[in-house]
């Protein structure tokens, strides 16, 4: 789901989503037609998408892409050689598949870094979305749950 996000640009308001789009836009323009950091950057979101449709995109940290579900699931960002899908709870995440290749020594994030020809393990990524997504809807009963029962002892 894309939802509009207020930020301010210069004259108007623009959607998060219409932010990315201008993202992978300045990525993709490079020599030849085409910088592969753009299109690398396009296709996770067309998974992460694939894999959850009620994902919530964002704009955060003056211009980082964000995917939301109950909580933040991944910030992608495009850099010089690679393009890095980072995850705000990775540690907390089962990779059976072994995508997790950067930021490993964390005890939170946990990263991908695509660089130019790899191929995404799209099946693979997929699950680790839709695990990210359990993850945060689990961290939010659990905080829910633990409110109820804080208020029902307060009635004593």
């Known amino acids: 789901m894309k939802r509009t996000i207020p930020v301010v640009s210069a004259s108007a308001f623009v959607s998060a989503s219409a932010l990315i ?13 085409g910088d592969w950091r753009g299109k690398t950057l396009a296709k ?6 694939d894999a959850d449709p009620g994902v ?12 939301s579900h109950d909580g933040i699931i991944a910030v992608g960002n ?10 705000a709870q990775g540690a907390s995440l089962a990779d059976p598949d072994k995508l997790f290749n950067a930021g490993l020594g964390g005890n939170m994030w946990r990263a991908i870094d695509f660089f130019e020809g790899d191929k ?3 099946p693979a990524l997929k699950r680790l979305i839709r695990a990210a997504v359990d993850y945060n809807q689990s961290k939010l009963k659990s905080k829910l749950s633990a409110g109820s029962r804080a208020k029902v002892s307060k009635k004593k």
């Open 78 to 87: 495009g850099h010089k050689d690679k393009v890095k899908l980072t995850f």
């Open 44 to 49: 996770v979101r067309t998974i992460i998408h």
């Open 56 to 67: 919530v995109e964002e704009w955060k940290w003056m211009g980082s892409p964000v995917w």
């Open 120 to 122: 995404i393990n799209e």
């Open 21 to 33: 789009d201008e993202k992978i836009k300045q990525l993709s323009s490079g020599p030849g037609g």
